[in-house]
């Protein structure tokens, strides 16, 4: 095969060739023999060259952060894609080097890191990524550079796609613990790690071609982006995981080198008598406080007098769907401060932009698993109510499914990642019956009820057959609301939704196949979108103008807690820190497996509140 070679600082040759040749040499490859006529070393001298130095690591959050001293230093998706645009057009940046130092990012934040990347190459300038070890979703990114740099006691663990699913019926078992789940759908496999020792027939198909799909997506950017074929990206993964050398031999990795070596690589290939790594370049840096003014400007800071005051110009209001849905306020879990989303908080933000006059369009970004159905519903209604009056663009990202799947119901447009796991139109509800296990512990109970169904909500004995009936009637009629609205969302006939529905997943790639979503991209192609509608709507804002963003729901910082909860409500809340951190260090201890399992009962333990859920499964990891 042909070694594809980048060249990024010369302008294509169009010349009368074959199309894949045409399309090579658009995308910047050329030839090795095509290469030879312009050795590097025939390029213009440059005296000096600086070399913006970004780090990529962490998770990458995309939630709003609290303003202030702390919260400003948070790397969130957002300040992180925008560090690497700004080398594009900064006039000092010859090059880009990205290190990525095990970034904790699913596909759909790969996916929006390699669009950064790529607006650095279309500005004509190379980009250079370098990584010790590298993930799957981490190679996504470095792949997208035009050399993959690795030390050569470094590797690629790039080895595919597994989904582990844990199931807990023997534990209950063993404790004597009576799980009574109802579903409405066959593939509404969210009750299944409760009931069951293994997947059924249907969970399993499901989740094959969900992983199927995604591999697929996988070999096609990788062979895309290296100019190699899928059935060599795939022999690659197969044989994997690589050393350096390895990873080099199987054409995933361009060059072997120390990080103290990338410096003269970068001189050689640019050409350049001088290079300078601007290190961490426009990273934020904490803020110093000094004296009493210092001692003003940290009250000012912890209060939010600092914040930049919104402008009175046209502007897109992004409100962020993150994390399992519950009924009242947004809260955050007490092992991993990792956040619910609350209806009563997603509803004060979406009246928020729809009140807001210069709110002229708005995008909801949905990163959620589902959860309660009356919760999803109020904020349904909360996005119809916003629809009718703007623009809506709905933007998926790693999971949009279930109850994030009802709150995308209203959206003019649903954009989603081809990897997103989107989809469960299915209910489920039930409960955990602890009445045997207290008795096996001596402890019994008696009980007086008036009401044939008073035991429903019991946590001492399952369903009867009164109490199941009732139940599988409200599920029935839940699962109803939600498939009509979901077939007037999406301009269907009810009875093809039905079809699609039942609770299985879909990748991306395959609802969009399937008229569940409208397009595919990222979170930046629907704000591009949602700026079109705002443009074709208002005659103050014209396609192309790039307007002011309003984050939504606004952070809490902690003087506004202050305020809000008291002197006491900041003490109890300096304690519960003080116990989530404690937990969490616990936590980080234990093996994933272990660790998980307390995350996931946790969050079992706050759904457990709601009468139905609208809910992906507990403890799908896909790695």
Known sequence: MTRLTPRRLQPALLLPTSGLAVALLAAGFAPAAFADDEPADAKPAIEKANVAHIELSGSFPE???????????????????????????????????????????????????????KKVRDAGKPVYAYFEDASTPGYLVACAADKVICPESGGVMMVGLRAEVEFYKELFDDFEVQPDMLRVGKFKSAAEPYTRSSMSPEFREELTEVLGDIYDNILSTVAETRGMKTDAVDAAIDSGPHTALGAQAAGLVDVIAYEDQIGDLIKKDLNAKEVRIVEDYLKPKPKKYEGFSGLMELMNDLSGQTSTASSKGPKIAVIYALGPIISGKSVESPFTGAASMGSETMIEAIDTAREDETVKAVVLRVDSPGGSALASDLMWRALVRLKAEKPLIVSMGEVAGSGGYYIAMPGDTIIADPSTITGSIGVVGGKLAFGETFSRFGVTHDVVQFGDNAGTLSLLTPFDESEEAAMRKMLAEIYELFTKKAAEGRGMELDKLKELAGGRIYSGARAKELGLIDELGTLEDAIAMATKAAADKNDDVNEGDELDRLNLPKPVNPFEALLENGFPGMIQMQQEAAGQAAVAAALDALPDPIAGLAERLAALKTLAKERALVVMPFGLSIR
């Not at 000092?92 to 080097?97: E, K, M």
Request: overall charge positive; hydrophobic content about 35%; charged content about 30%.
């Open 63 to 117: 939630a709003p952060q609290p303003e202030g001293p702390f919260g400003g230093l948070t790397q969130t998706l957002e300040k992180a894609k925008d560090r690497i645009e700004k080398a594009a057009a900064d006039d000092r940046i010859s090059a880009v080097l990205l290190r990525l130092d095990g970034p904790s990012v699913g596909f759909t934040k790969a996916r929006s890191l390699r669009d950064s990347v």
